[in-house]
């Protein structure tokens, strides 16, 4: 039979009984729908995690030293001679040290904060960093150790303007800010002082910090300033300033990840993988969630495949003489049976096109609920969703087979009619 | 046009077996009118089946228009019976949502030329040929007996088959609409196709040209002389 022929016979059956159609392809379009939907929103949020919450560079290796040292057998120190070793690790295309301020730093802030008025009282962690880590988030100044009574150049955590701005400014009527407008803005800070306990020792050391920009790779909880003024203020402060609290390795390629962590291993050095851990446990969550509702998803659509199979049975017996007409006309035993499974393919398309559809209308419902309803909690992403097509195409073609594979048997059994049989009844 | 040889067809029932056609022999020459007669159950619309390559299942020789049926799988039967044979049942077997048209067309979904104008052009003149030319629009529900009839004639004859095969065709109509669908068939005769149909209608024998008596599952031929 001709694809033309066979488009006509199928549209011709299917418009017989609409109300049948109607409901075998609302069947597959939940079940399709609900899986759109949740894999979308599993893509969706599994970015949000990956790009908001915890951006983890693919390339990027965080080198401690070893949190126990025993004598001497003990771990590696993280000095300049073993940064150069570092950096010798042939798939190592960078490295960039860090070392903590090591003496305590606080800030009390009472003035003027972007047109309104801040009084705060902070204790302030400040890590030390090469400057080629955050350059590309410099926006003012080339971050560098400031001679005698400049400000101190430091880097945001663009996920604690996040925090800032979702969590810390609307209860109290603080401005939103961006990342261009907070560079600049500059607040004093007390070296060796504490508000929290009696640790530091010596004299406290006054100076400013000024935001030069913000960056991903920033600490969250802190600062990021200058390698060099870290080690000036620790040198001031008479404490460690020769070893290093971590060192950032660039991978020449994201493939090469896992041999520089086995050589930096090797050398009695530990990687800090806490954040790539939280966000591929958050990641997984996400993932296995996803994979529930997917499955749950596809059962649906396994009992919308046994409903249009339990629909063509039903269908195909009461055809009967018209299956039998046709095979008196010439319709071969395959003719019959693509025909069934034609009619249940468009089935299937049009099951699967509306449950696409239902998805991006809900997907867009659930989006727009949320920006009206849901309070602006931080890392809330102006999406849900990931759309993507192959996604679509997925749908679609499991729409399709599901159809197809609940008509597989009913098909057979039309085809396998005899027309001298049917025809006689 | 038609040569079947000791063609045997037996089925089970609860009682046992039961042979239907007991070594039948049949000869149909090219261009004649016959028919075949014989009490309800004496396997006339069985034999009609085999030889329209309805029924494969069956023990003998059976050759139409140079097809030898036994050699023919499933597909080269659907193209006998979509270019060599048209069937005519007493029930019409109408396609109820398809229209007048549409059902008469119906042979084109499953042969090999396109779809297209032609097609319905041809599909016209059949109708035309039968007298339903009006009434191509209509469904079959919208259609008398004797019209229901002729579509299913029109379709019959749609892809110019060498051979009708006439299964009671009178059975369901009224003695005029019948004497009209007769008179079809006296034309369509003379227009030099073969026709076989199965009756037990005295009226639809008498207008063949040679009538065939089924008994005990085997031809008797001569049963009389039909009235022509």
Not at chain 1, 155 to 164: C, G, K
Not at chain 1, 317 to 329: F, H, L, T
Not at chain 2, 33 to 62: E, I, N, P
């Amino acid at each position: 039979m001709r694809i033309s022929s066979l488009r006509r016979l199928v549209l011709l059956s299917l418009s017989r009984d609409w109300k049948g159609v109607a409901f075998s392809a609302l069947g597959v379009a939940i079940g399709i729908g609900s899986l759109v939907f949740f894999v979308s929103l599993g893509l969706g949020v599994d970015r949000v995690v990956r790009q908001k919450i915890f951006p983890t560079e693919a390339t990027l290796v965080d080198v401690v030293p070893p949190s126990v040292s025993i004598g001497v057998l003990g771990g590696a120190k993280l000095d300049q001679s073993t940064v150069d070793r570092l950096a010798k690790l042939s798939d190592v295309a960078q490295v960039y040290r860090k070392m903590n301020v090591r003496i305590p730093a606080a800030s009390r802030y009472d003035g003027p904060f972007f047109g309104s008025n801040l009084r705060i009282a902070v204790e302030i962690l400040a890590v030390g960093v090469d400057a080629g880590l955050v350059r590309k988030d410099v926006l003012l100044g080339d971050f560098s150790d400031p001679p005698p009574g400049e400000p101190i150049p430091a880097v945001a955590s663009s996920r604690l303007l996040e925090i800032y701005n979702k969590s810390f400014a609307p209860p109290r009527n603080l401005p939103q800010l961006s990342p261009t407008l907070v560079v600049g803005f500059t607040l004093p800070v007390i070296f060796n002082r504490t508000f929290v306990g009696g640790t530091a020792t010596g004299p406290s050391m006054a100076g400013q910090v000024q935001v030069v920009g913000v960056s991903e790779r920033a600490l969250v909880a802190g600062i990021n300033i200058p390698l060099e003024t870290a080690m000036r203020l620790n040198r001031l402060g008479s404490v460690d300033a020769q070893t290093f609290s971590g060192v950032t390795l660039v991978a020449r390629d994201p493939s090469a990840v896992p041999r520089i962590i086995q050589a930096v291993k090797g050398m009695g050095l530990q990687i800090d993988d806490q954040e790539r851990r939280l966000a591929q446990n958050a990641g997984a969550a996400v993932l296995i969630t996803t994979y529930a509702m997917a499955l749950l998803s596809m059962l649906i659509c396994l009992l919308a495949a046994v409903n249009i199979a339990q629909a063509l049975f039903a269908a195909v017996s009461a055809r009967a003489k018209e299956i039998g007409i046709m095979q008196a006309v010439g319709a071969s035993r395959r003719d019959i049976r693509n025909l069934i499974l034609a009619e249940a393919g468009v089935i299937g398309l049009i099951g699967g096109g509306l449950g696409v559809l239902g998805a991006l209308v809900l997907a867009a419902a659930v989006d727009r609920l949320s920006a009206s309803r849901l309070p602006n909690f931080p890392f809330k992403p102006d999406t849900f969703f990931s759309h993507d097509w192959r996604i679509f195409a997925g749908g679609l073609a499991l729409g399709i087979l599901a159809a197809l594979a609940g008509s597989f048997l009913p098909s057979r059994q039309a085809a396998a009619m005899n027309p001298a049989t049917t025809i006689a009844e | 046009m038609i040569i079947a040889r000791d063609l045997r067809k037996a089925y089970r029932d609860g009682s046992g077996e039961v042979r239907v056609l007991n070594g039948l022999d049949l000869d149909v020459r090219a261009g004649e009118f016959a028919a075949v007669v014989g009490a309800s159950g004496s396997g006339k619309s069985t034999l009609l089946h085999v030889l329209g390559g309805l029924d494969a299942d069956y023990q003998g020789q059976v050759e139409v228009a140079g097809a030898r049926l036994r050699e023919l799988d499933d597909a080269g039967l659907a193209l006998f019976r979509n270019r060599q044979v048209g069937f005519v049942f007493q029930a019409f077997h109408l396609i109820p949502n398809l229209t007048a048209l549409d059902n008469v067309l119906l042979p084109a979904f499953f042969g090999a030329e396109p779809f297209g104008p032609e097609l319905r052009r041809r599909g016209r003149d059949t109708l035309a040929r039968v007298g339903m030319s009006e009434k191509e629009d209509r469904l079959p529900a919208q259609l008398s007996g004797g019209e229901r009839q002729r579509v299913a004639i029109a379709r019959a004859l749609f892809a110019e088959p060498k051979l009708l095969l006439c299964d009671e065709p009178t059975g369901n109509l009224d003695e005029t609409t019948g004497g009209e669908v007769i008179g079809l068939f006296r034309a369509l005769h003379r227009e030099g196709l073969t026709i076989l149909v199965v009756t037990h209608e005295d009226r639809m024998s008498g207008a063949a040209q040679r009538v065939l008596r089924l008994t005990a599952g085997v031809i008797r031929d001569g049963a009389g002389e039909g009235v022509r």
